[in-house]
């Protein structure tokens, strides 16, 4: 832990890369970030809110403040897989804590969900619905949380594709599925209430849900709940960092 | 001694073993891990048994031993970039390693950019780093083009920078592995400068090479690593001597451990080769210059590791080349179907009736299979070039006013 902080110069510098090297040399660097959530946004507005209709006032922007995040949480399952694999090269070179390759990529995409939200905050108050200042002070926390929840998932995710290559495959079927399995294009109340409990049995539950409360409806989230999925994130990030810390010694002589 | 003793010690390595599986086949897919279980066999490869030393705080010490005899895995152990399966390594300090040069580099970003990524890497914070900016620009002599996109550089420009970085790093332990042999010959002599002045701050370097001049010129003292274990350690002059000497004799000295010689009777049976050009004809006439692909299949009676050495004789028996294969030190699996592949990127032979022969040499330097020779070819060239190999000459003529 003392060493990882020691080289956390390494994990700005790496996030920074990531983030500079993306908006760098393009005008539309920072849009390409934006344009995945916006064409998303439009295919499931047009699927749940003209086909289907969902019968939620404001359909879009429901949709926009869970996605947002959604978005975040899918690419550290997905692209977290390939935070150590690809870069190998290093990794065989020189030493730092390994430890660093994850944090650096959830990190990165964190900041990414930040800036995107700077585009939802700005919908929020053209649409109309506007912004509470007292509620959004809780938006910090559900943030953290998720952030904690998203590192101990690339953690998991790249250990596990060092010695499975192909397994980023199957967490991209993983991620549809969870997709699903989270109140992202639906609420939470449109559930059946026999499935809710189990729903609710997944942490980024609670996370959109507590999104949506304080962006979209303007209202307190449940702060019990928050802080059983605190503890659930938490859990995930350390089983996460012991995981990939027993693992680690191998990584070279698996590449 | 006792002068020694007194010294701080900055990297100690206890009783240090490592193997490394070795696979048949390897699977790196789930499926494939499920789907062919028996792919997955492996046999340990021991690389290192056994072996410890203590290295003080501010000498130089060098790794030296044949191909493959582990002081690149030591070197590794002591970077911690792979953990060893038994014993202890203990390192004091920071460690700079010149193993890779120009780690995390983005091609995008301005050179300023990249030093501070790649500093970073090296564990410097940020205040570090800042204080060492100018010096790093200043040594890799790149002036005002710093702050253009890496991608823009030429190699050379490339190198000077990442190795400034590294080099600036400062370091309490420098570990560097062959780095010496890349560059031109004024980079090279910065680069020995540059250590020689490190050297005196008080810095310990380990320093790999196969050069016995740079290691001289450079090491206090030297470790010989042969047959996983510690050969010689000590004052430089006398391990290289012993070293040469042992390297000389070509691996006589070998039977000591078992006590008897042991006479292997194993040997290369039914043996099919096949030499293709760039358009995969099989032939056996051959233009100087051209691009060789050989492939030998063989029966052995067992398995074993065994490094290859191909060789090529002219009819006249002189031999024009040789070379051991070790496959980054760990030999090649030979096994009762072995399909070898050579390639030659440019055949320099001129006119003339060759021999290719094929050996298979054992960790003991023991030959234990020959194909004497596994293919005769002949080599088609003009009579303007006369001698043993190509060597890719040109002539020319200054332009003076006489003869424009």
């Known amino acids: 832990m003392k060493e990882i902080y020691e080289y956390k110069e390494m994990i700005f510098s790496l996030v920074r890369r990531d983030l500079k090297g993306r908006y760098k040399n393009s005008i539309l660097g920072f849009f390409w970030t934006f344009l995945n959530p916006l064409l998303q946004l439009l295919v499931y507005t047009f699927a749940f809110a003209v086909v289907m209709p969902m019968n939620i006032e404001n359909y879009y922007m429901h949709l926009f403040v869970a996605l947002v995040p959604w978005i975040f949480f899918a690419s550290c399952l997905t692209g977290g897989a ?18 660093v390759l994850p944090i650096a990529f959830a990190t990165s995409q964190f900041v990414n969900m930040l800036l995107t939200f700077v585009v939802v905050f700005v919908v929020l108050l053209i649409s109309g619905i506007g912004i509470d ?3 959004l002070c809780v938006f910090p926390l559900v943030a953290f949380i998720q952030y904690f929840l998203a590192m101990g998932v690339t953690l998991i995710c790249s250990t596990i594709s060092v010695y499975y290559r192909d397994m980023e495959q199957i967490f991209g079927i993983l991620s549809i599925g969870l997709m699903y399995a989270t109140p992202v294009v639906y609420s939470l109340e449109s559930v059946p209430e ?3 409990n189990a729903l609710l049995l997944n942490p980024m539950t609670t996370i959109i849900v507590a999104y949506r409360d304080i962006l979209f409806y303007k209202r307190m989230p449940d702060l019990q709940m928050l802080f059983i999925t ?7 990030l350390i089983i996460g960092w012991c995981i990939f810390a027993k693992m680690q010694k ?5 590449f | 001694m006792d002068a020694i003793e007194e010294k701080e010690i900055a990297i100690q390595v206890k009783n240090v073993s490592k193997s490394f599986r070795m696979y048949f086949d390897k699977g790196h897919l789930l499926k494939e891990k499920v789907l062919f279980r028996n792919r997955n066999h492996f046999e340990m490869h021991e690389i290192l048994n056994d072996v410890s030393f203590d290295i003080y705080k501010g000498e130089s010490v060098g790794l030296i031993g044949k191909n493959g005899c582990g002081k690149s895995t030591a070197l590794k152990l002591l970077t911690k970039i792979i953990y060893p399966d038994s014993g202890s390594i203990e390192v004091k300090g920071r460690v700079s390693s010149l193993l890779e040069l120009g780690a995390g580099f983005h091609p995008d970003l301005s050179g300023r950019d990249n030093i501070y990524i790649n500093a970073s890497i090296f564990g410097l914070k940020r205040q570090e780093i800042d204080a060492r900016i100018d010096e790093i620009i200043a040594f890799s002599e790149l002036g005002e083009y710093i702050n253009n996109p890496v991608r823009t550089y030429s190699s050379g420009m490339y190198m000077r920078l990442a190795f400034s970085v590294a080099i600036n790093v400062e370091a309490d332990i420098l570990l560097v592995d062959e780095i010496l042999a890349v560059g031109d010959a004024m980079f090279q002599t910065k680069c020995l400068n540059k250590i020689e002045e490190i050297k005196k701050n008080g810095t310990t370097i380990v320093l ?3 050069s016995m001049d740079q290691i001289k010129m450079v090491c206090d003292r030297c470790i010989w690593i042969n047959n996983k274990k510690i050969s010689a350690i000590g004052d430089t002059a006398d391990v290289v001597k012993k070293y040469l000497a042992y390297m000389g004799r070509g691996g006589m000295i070998e039977t000591e451990e078992d006590g008897k010689a042991v006479v292997k009777n194993y040997k290369i049976e039914s043996y099919t080769v096949e030499m293709f050009d760039v358009e995969d004809n099989d032939k056996t006439v051959w233009h100087t210059g051209e691009k060789v692909k050989i492939r030998i299949r063989f029966k052995y009676d067992t398995e074993i590791f065994a490094n290859v050495r191909m060789e090529i004789v002219r009819l006249d028996g002189i031999k024009i080349y040789s070379e051991v294969f070790n496959n980054e030190g760990i030999g090649y699996l030979i096994r009762k179907d072995t399909c070898l592949e050579l390639k030659i990127d440019s055949l320099n032979l001129l006119m003339g009736k060759f021999y290719f022969m094929l050996y298979l040499i054992d960790e003991k330097e023991n030959v234990v299979g020959k194909i004497e020779p596994f293919a005769e070819i002949d080599v088609i060239d003009s009579v303007e070039r006369q001698g043993m190999t190509y060597l890719s000459c040109r002539c020319s003529m200054e332009k003076t006013l006489e003869n424009i």
């Open chain 2, 208 to 210: 790999v090479s196969h």
């Open chain 1, 82 to 99: 390939r935070a150590v694999i690809d870069q190998q090269e290093l990794v065989k070179k020189v030493y730092f804590p390994r430890h």
């Open chain 1, 230 to 236: 605190l503890l659930e994130s938490l859990c995930i």
């Open chain 1, 194 to 196: 026999e499935f809710r």
């Open chain 1, 133 to 135: 200042l007292v509620k």
């Open chain 1, 250 to 254: 191998r990584f070279v002589e698996e």
